[in-house]
């Protein structure tokens, strides 16, 4: 069982960035694989990127925000930070970190019914 709270939303002006950070607990948070998703009013909620089980393991992101976000995770404080750069108004979204619910995979999944476990989510709007 993992329990996930996610904070660091805000407002921000195009260009600027955020860090979001997914605070866990729960046994079994350095086994899964970590996503974060995000879902804009009127919107299905969409993969933004995903980091493997490993400290430093593989991830992977949503074209939309390649070279702009960064994914990393820290297996001991049990947290998961994502960096968001050249923030754009299309980011504004509700965002939401997810634990797979398979442990011990190997590869990154980026679909919503691969994650079990869901923070509650925090807001992110980017001003024009």
């Known amino acids: 069982q993992v329990q996930l709270v996610e904070s660091g939303g805000g407002w921000v002006q195009a260009g600027g960035s955020l860090r979001l950070t997914c605070a866990a607990s729960?046994?079994?948070?350095?086994?899964?694989?970590i996503g974060w998703f995000r879902q804009a009013p009127g919107e299905e909620r969409e993969f933004v990127a995903a980091i493997s089980w490993r400290t430093g393991g593989a991830t992977v992101y949503a074209d939309s925000v390649k070279g702009r976000f960064a994914l990393s995770r820290d297996n001991a404080e049990k947290m998961v930070y994502l960096q968001m750069n050249s923030l754009k108004p299309e980011d504004t979204a509700v965002y939401y970190c997810a634990a797979d619910h398979t442990p011990w995979r190997d590869s990154v999944v980026i679909t919503t019914s691969s994650y079990g476990y869901w923070g509650q989510g925090t807001h992110v709007t980017v001003s024009s």
């Open positions: 729960g046994r079994t948070f350095s086994s899964v694989g």
